[in-house]
């Protein structure tokens, strides 16, 4: 893996930035509401911008060093090259099946797995694996009124 210098993680947070306030430039306003469901995404990409730009302009003094690209020193440990792998591998499986197993199964299963791989005990696993899923189910679906994926299997829990 190639390790990123602040010069390149400042151009990637802006254009990140500036992806997400693209994307979410059409969300529908809420019915009265003062803001709808793209305040937060609008929110985020300015936040980001702003520190792209911010992490750019303190790098340029050091302009020629971080041109050049190098390898990680934890590239080279097969277990924190495999734990970065399986960060990324949890993003695509709840992105592949969220739809279809629904927020609750989804998270869970993803958490879980997560922490086992990052060796933690499997009691501790199960439990906080548990426990952030319902707090965050809770948290976007009631407070914030985020509609997350559902399945007809969990239905009792609203």
Known sequence: MIKLSELHLGVLSALGGLALLLASAHFAALPGQAYGAGTMPRLIGWCAI?????????????????????????????????????????????????????????????????????????????LASAATTLVVYYGFSRLLMVPLPRTEFLSFLG
């Open 50 to 126: 702003l520190l792209g730009c911010f992490m750019v302009a303190t790098s340029l003094k050091h302009l020629p060093a971080m041109l050049k690209p190098h390898l990680a020193d934890w590239v080279r440990t097969p277990r924190l090259a495999l734990s970065a792998v399986v960060c990324l591998a949890v993003i695509v499986f709840y992105i592949l099946f969220a739809e279809t197993l629904g927020f609750i199964p989804t998270a869970f299963i993803s958490l879980l797995g997560l922490m086992l791989v990052l060796r933690t005990g499997w009691l501790t696993a199960l």
